[in-house]
């Protein structure tokens, strides 16, 4: 198993290379076959359009062909939890009682202050943090939290650092400001940041890291030691170039977090942090889009950020956060998802899995599992998978080849059903025999 993994993780470290060339060969691609119509931004993203979204369209239509109960679709990372029953009767209350032309009225860019308010003391008592709602705007979801961000302060040919795997997204965040995202290679026996490679990254470029953690799409949770590490990187880096260079935290899983692991708030390692939340996973509310930025005061400029963060929500044309939804969630800021339904599901299909030969990364929170490809071109894999019926995501669409995610965010029956096809697919690799009989994932 050791020789195996050392020898797989050669091959690995070409992934997060490869991953970003699959993008750049779709790219010029496109580019033989240019619109006279769109965008030659709009044509690029065309070319690296979502491949989650486009599994999730291939399952749809197996669906049609088998049966959507004979399909096993582990491509799109939707919460399978209703959300909070008070969130139901907040919403109720507020129509009935509230004055409708206030409720659904403009306010402040920023968002209604008792709104903010209300995120600023709950991060406080659970953080330590000491926020007003002066720290806080509140934003159209996590996405549109980062889009403003970006505004605020990238400039063209400014550098973004990611850490692979990441969310295949941030590449076309940071393009819709003329920046450029530089992937940094894990290691690929933790999938923590590799700190030495991280370093190297930097360029007199370089504006912002764009961190993710518990990170899709591996599940990871980065360790003490992780972030600590960063900090003391950023900080040198830094003083070397002489300019401000925020950490940028996207935080939509942080409450989805598994075996005692405690969420965490990492304005504590880095004063130049800037943290970016959505209640789609927390709260079950995906398609309602309401997140919120914080900023606490140490950051460099904070109040000319925050200025900035509340023209950049303006002009962007998000405008403000949606009325009726910020005050249903203030109202319900203290709930949480089902947690206990992701934890069995992470549990039987880890399990499941790895008893079957395949070598998995253990989840320590989000909803998504992490799979090695059994060879190492992972689109071959996820095309023979379908032959099965089971949809799974290839990992070059998260900046690193020779994997693939599953959201196991499905009903816990269809996993345990699913398994049975898994067990065909590990058979045809013939992956416990490889293994020797034994295998326990990574």
């Known amino acids: 198993m050791a020789k195996w993994l050392k020898s797989g993780a050669h091959r690995a470290r070409r992934g997060v290379w490869k991953g970003i060339q699959d993008t750049i060969n779709d790219n010029l691609l496109l580019r033989r076959k240019e619109s006279k119509m769109l965008s030659k931004k709009i044509q690029a993203a065309l070319a690296g359009s979502s491949a989650i979204r486009a599994m999730f369209v291939e399952g749809k239509e197996l669906a049609a062909k088998v049966g959507v109960d004979n399909v096993f679709d582990y491509s799109l990372g939707n919460p399978a939890t209703p959300a909070p029953d008070s969130i139901k009767q907040v919403a109720a209350d507020l129509l009935e009682k509230e004055d409708p032309l206030v409720l659904h009225g403009y306010m402040s860019n920023s968002g209604y202050e008792d709104v903010r308010e209300a ?24 996405a549109g939290g980062i889009n403003i961000v970006f505004k605020a302060f990238l400039d063209p040919g400014d550098e973004v650092i990611v850490f692979a795997p990441f969310f295949g997204e941030y590449r076309n965040y940071a393009a819709n400001f003329d920046a450029a995202v530089v992937a940094v290679a894990p290691d ?9 490679a991280f370093e190297a990254a930097f360029t007199e470029k370089t504006k912002a890291v764009l961190i993710n953690t518990p990170n899709n799409p591996t599940g990871v949770i980065y360790s003490d030691e992780t972030m600590n590490g960063i900090a003391d990187i950023l900080r040198r880096k830094e003083a070397e170039y002489k300019k401000d260079i925020y950490l940028i935290s996207d935080e939509p899983y942080r409450e989805l977090v598994y075996d005692g692991a405690k969420e965490n708030f990492l304005t504590k390692y880095y004063h130049n942090t800037i943290v970016g939340y959505s209640f789609s996973k927390s709260l079950s509310l995906p398609g309602e889009r309401i997140g919120y930025i914080a900023v606490p005061n140490e950051a460099s400029d904070s ?12 002009i962007l044309g998000f405008v403000n956060a949606p009325s009726l939804i910020q005050k249903v969630v203030a109202g319900c800021i ?31 929170g989000a909803f998504y599992l992490w799979v090695k490809s059994p060879e190492e071109d992972e689109a071959k894999f996820v095309s023979e998978a379908k032959k ?25 029956e269809k996993i345990n059903r699913s398994l049975e096809a898994f067990a065909k697919l590990a058979a045809k690799y013939r992956l416990l025999e490889n293994s020797g009989g034994e295998h326990t994932g990574v």
């Open 334 to 364: 203290n709930e949480t998802t089902n947690l206990d339904f992701y934890d069995k599901n992470r549990k039987d299909l880890y399990e499941g899995l790895t008893r079957l030969g395949f070598t998995c990364i253990k989840p320590q």
């Open 388 to 412: 099965y019926n089971l949809v799974l995501v290839k990992g070059s669409a998260f900046g690193c080849s020779g994997y693939v995610r599953l959201a196991y965010c499905i009903p816990n």
């Open 119 to 142: 995120v600023a003391q709950n991060l406080n008592s659970r953080f330590g943090t000491d926020f007003t709602c002066k720290n806080i705007i509140m934003t159209v979801g996590a």
């Open 188 to 196: 690929y026996n933790t999938f923590q940041p590799d700190l030495d």
């Open 303 to 314: 109040q000319d950020l925050l200025a900035g963060l509340e023209v950049a929500n303006r």
